[in-house]
């Protein structure tokens, strides 16, 4: 009998271990960008928060996203190899919903870490809007902004690709 409690206590303390790791990205304590070099000791760090933010909706979790932003904007906007440009053509699509702008920009760092140096900037772009779509879509209880749905109904008719193809400049 005794076993059976020994796995039992073993199954409840990993299941709720999971569920606190699961809770909440954790921004590495005392990061530092201080060269060049040291942009690539938190590249899996930058994955692991864009991972955890497409999992949370638009004002949740708001002092973890925040602090996980910060790190994000500090990383791109010194990181010599993941070239983020902003496009106000795009930018703008996002202007009635500016909460999701860091769910773009998070998606097109993932995708450029994922690909190597220099990934093409619309391949870039359009990861970042299917990570803004994938959260719009699966938090419909979100505010209801039109050119969301005009983005949503472009990458359901196969036409998200070329929309970002005619805004790139």
């Not at 500090?74 to 996002?94: A, M, P, T």
């Not at 202007?95 to 097109?108: F, H, L």
């Not at 870490?113 to 772009?125: F, I, M, S, Y």
Request: aromatic residues 14%; positive net charge; charged residues 30%.
């Amino acid at each position: 009998m005794r076993p059976l409690r020994i796995a039992f206590a073993t199954l409840v303390l990993s299941s709720f271990a999971l569920g606190a790791s699961a809770q909440g990205f954790r921004v590495p304590e005392h990061y530092s960008f201080d060269s060049k070099e040291s942009y690539h000791k938190y590249d899996r760090d930058i994955v692991k928060f864009v991972n955890w933010l497409e999992k949370v909706a638009p004002g949740d979790e708001e002092g973890n996203v925040k602090k996980g932003s910060r790190f994000l904007l500090e990383w791109l906007s010194g990181c010599n190899y993941v070239h983020f440009k902003q496009n106000v053509r795009i930018d703008n699509f996002l202007g009635d919903s500016p909460e999701y702008r860091i769910y773009y920009m998070g998606g097109w760092a993932r995708y450029a870490l994922k690909n190597g140096e220099n990934p093409d900037r619309v391949n870039c772009a359009f990861a970042g809007l299917k990570t803004v779509l994938k959260v719009y879509k699966e938090n419909r209880t979100t505010k209801k902004d039109p050119n969301l749905d005009e983005l949503v109904k472009a990458d359901e008719q196969g036409r998200l690709k070329k929309w970002i193809e005619e805004r790139m400049d």
